[in-house]
């Protein structure tokens, strides 16, 4: 993808560095590489697979509405399914789905992607506690999408939070409604108590 740059110390020369920092401008993230799981590794090596969690806060109650894998394409040194990767369940028990979804809208049950249930994301239960005693912090956010990572020694890295989550991967790839029991909340609070509080302060600017 554009305007990503990969490489170790001693890979790129002072003025390189430079160069790519001037180019960027004021706006960029400097992140530090890190070896994942080795359990992970064996899905992909040639990238760091990313854990995408949506979490719900809904007054008082926490929930997690789903968990997902994002694998890069074999040759791609990041994750995005633009380029061939692919998104696969992450159950509660932690095992994974046996079959991943596409960015083209297909299932794959061969190959790359396929995994028995046999197999399990490890560090499941950190990485859901680290949400757990995040999320309430924040709690004007009420749903948020978190991207983990689990490192060689299994603990759970935090890569970034998203305050406005796209749904469509964790619903797709989980294949139901996302929010479950809570829907009927979330469709109320958005479309009768924010929208009539928007339209409110609308008559007030007005």
Request: aromatic share 12%.
């Amino acid at each position: 993808r554009s305007g990503i740059f990969v490489f170790s110390p001693g890979e790129r020369t002072d003025a390189e560095i430079r160069g790519i920092f001037r180019e960027a401008g004021s706006s960029f993230i400097v992140q530090e590489q890190i070896r994942q799981h080795p359990l992970i590794e064996q899905i992909n090596p040639a990238s760091v697979s990313t854990i995408r969690v949506l979490s719900l806060l809904l007054e008082d109650n926490f929930f997690i509405e789903s968990a997902v894998l994002r694998v890069s394409s074999p040759d791609k040194p990041y994750v995005t399914v633009h380029d061939g990767g692919f998104y696969i369940e992450i159950r509660e028990d932690g095992r994974l789905h046996p079959k991943a979804f596409e960015n083209t809208g297909a299932w794959v049950d061969h190959g790359r992607g396929c995994y028995d249930d046999s197999f399990a994301m490890p560090s499941m239960h950190s990485i859901f506690d680290e949400v757990r005693r995040i999320h309430p912090r924040i709690a004007h956010f009420k749903c948020i999408g978190w991207d983990f990572a689990v490192d060689d020694h299994g603990d759970p890295v935090l890569i970034e939070f998203n305050a406005f989550p796209g749904l469509d991967c964790s619903q797709l790839t989980c294949c139901r409604p996302i929010f479950g029991d809570q829907t009927d909340w979330i469709l109320e609070d958005f479309f009768l108590h924010r929208t009539w509080a928007q339209n409110h302060r609308q008559d007030i600017l007005i």
